[in-house]
């Protein structure tokens, strides 16, 4: 029996390193070993401080992270206990790695400063005083 844990990746528009967070997501208990599944979320074709394209890179992270957390099974791993938390908890650690203002900026129409702040995910400046 193994442990699942959900990575999701960011790459930069430059092509840099990618930005990785990690979430160790489900309560099985593991025997010997734990298993990462990683989704690899490309910014290519994207400029995100343009709203429509950080509203694109933004779906691409809830579709990650969704398929992470209710499909990351698909090689006989233990399913995660809670989907919703697990999904919370990538796409707020993918917002929190990309560490872009318009894609936090959409984290935020549907989350709470608190949920950010959870997160770990830092708030543009203009943004706090809300």
Not at 101 to 114: D, R, S
Request: proline share 3%; charged share 15%.
């Amino acid at each position: 029996m193994s442990t699942q844990t959900t990575r999701i990746r960011t790459h930069s528009i430059l092509g840099s390193a990618a930005l990785a967070c990690a979430l160790f997501a489900g309560t099985a208990v593991a025997r010997d070993y734990t298993v990462t599944v990683a989704m690899h979320v490309s910014t290519a074709g994207l400029d995100l401080s343009q709203p429509k394209d950080a509203r694109a890179f933004y779906y691409r992270l809830e579709n990650a992270a969704w398929v992470a957390c209710t499909r990351g099974d698909r090689v006989a791993l233990v399913p995660v206990d809670n989907v919703n938390a697990c999904y919370q908890k990538a796409l707020g650690s993918a917002v929190r790695a990309a560490r872009t203002p318009l894609v936090t900026q959409l984290y935020l129409a549907t989350h709470t400063f608190a949920d950010a702040a959870a997160q770990g995910i830092e708030l543009p400046s203009r943004m706090a005083g809300r």
